[in-house]
């Protein structure tokens, strides 16, 4: 598990860098109309599920447990092809593919810093990423009608912060990779 992590810090670094861009853009363009926002997290969902799924397979050939990173990554895809191939399914759907999706990944998120936290320091930054997570997914399934832009500033300020939270967890990672024999 830790070598699927430690191994692969260079692609939580990416899925950190694809979340901040994602907060950043969300909030430099609040006016933004809904099929951009649709392409957005198409695009970064599928981006994370992808790189999910690239630190399973890596698992599954050292041997560790894989699973949840399977689950993500799958969780990641579906949610972002759905988005992506039926744009015209209104902010409110919109609004639960993203509740759920950030649920999922929340969990899933919080299960792997409880086995990291054996191993490293510092795991409860993913803990707190899977915290943050299921607070966006909540927050969103309980106010699906907020609105397009107030939809925006949500993500965008959950991919800000995800994706803080992941670059400092990758560039503890690295060092961590870096320091073993």
């Not at 933004?32 to 999910?52: K, M, N, Q």
């Not at 041997?63 to 799958?74: A, V």
């Not at 397009?148 to 959950?158: E, F, H, N, Q, R």
């Amino acid at each position: 598990m830790v070598e699927s992590w430690s191994g692969n810090w260079w692609a939580l670094a990416l899925r950190a860098a694809a979340a901040i861009l994602l907060g950043l853009l969300a909030f430099a363009i609040p006016g933004i109309t809904l099929a951009a926002i649709v392409l957005l997290f198409g695009v970064y969902a599928i981006v994370d599920g992808i790189f999910a799924l690239v630190a399973a397979v890596r698992g599954i050939r050292r041997h560790e447990r894989w699973g949840g990173m399977m689950l993500e990554g799958i969780a990641g895809l579906i949610a972002g092809v759905i988005v992506l191939f039926w744009p015209a399914i209104g902010a409110l759907t919109l609004a639960f593919i993203i509740a759920g999706w950030a649920l999922v990944t929340g969990v899933l998120e919080i299960t792997a810093a409880v086995q990291l936290r054996k191993v490293i320091k510092g795991e409860w930054m993913l803990l707190l990423a899977g915290v943050l997570s299921i607070a966006l997914g909540i927050l969103v399934a309980f106010f699906p009608a907020a609105g397009v832009v107030l939809l925006v500033w949500l993500v965008g300020a959950y991919a800000l912060a995800d994706g803080v939270v992941m670059l400092t967890l990758a560039t503890r990672l690295r060092r961590w990779t870096k320091a073993q024999p």
